[in-house]
């Protein structure tokens, strides 16, 4: 039987909340937008860690190309933090990404809500049609 909670899933739980408070702390990039860690996957082996974020207001290509390529370069300031915060044997890899969840909720969202304002749209003209 599986653990329900596995220790990769708290190491990169644990690394999330840390990540979140150090990034916002420590960078201080100008060009940085205001990032959200939105999870961590920690590898079994805990040698790895791919962190997704979102931006807020920010999210064209180039923003996101230019937060991420920080990210990356701040990643061994970063983890070296993360090791001093943490009591773990050896601290994972940082692999920045972005959370495409996010963008992708927004526009599911807008085509939906257009939909139905099409759909209200179409039962108003057909009921003007047979009145």
């Known amino acids: 039987m599986a653990k329900e909670y596995s220790r990769t899933q708290r190491v990169g739980d644990q690394i999330q909340r840390e990540l979140a408070l150090l990034i916002s702390r420590e960078v201080k990039d100008p060009r ?3 990032v959200t860690v939105t999870a961590v996957d920690v590898s079994r082996d805990l040698a790895h860690a791919k962190v997704f974020i979102t931006l ?4 064209s290509d ?7 390529e920080i990210l990356k370069d701040a990643a061994g300031y970063l983890r070296m933090l993360l090791g001093r915060s943490m009591k ?14 996010v963008r992708r909720g927004v526009r599911l969202s807008s085509l939906i ?10 039962h108003k003209d057909s009921g003007d049609k047979e009145s």
């Open 113 to 122: 809500e257009q939909a139905v304002a099409e759909d209200r749209r179409h």
């Open 62 to 68: 180039e923003d996101i190309a230019q937060n991420l």
């Open 56 to 59: 807020m207001g920010k999210d």
């Open 88 to 101: 773990l044997r050896s601290v994972p890899q940082l692999h920045f990404h972005y959370d495409e969840s």
């Open 32 to 34: 940085l937008g205001m």
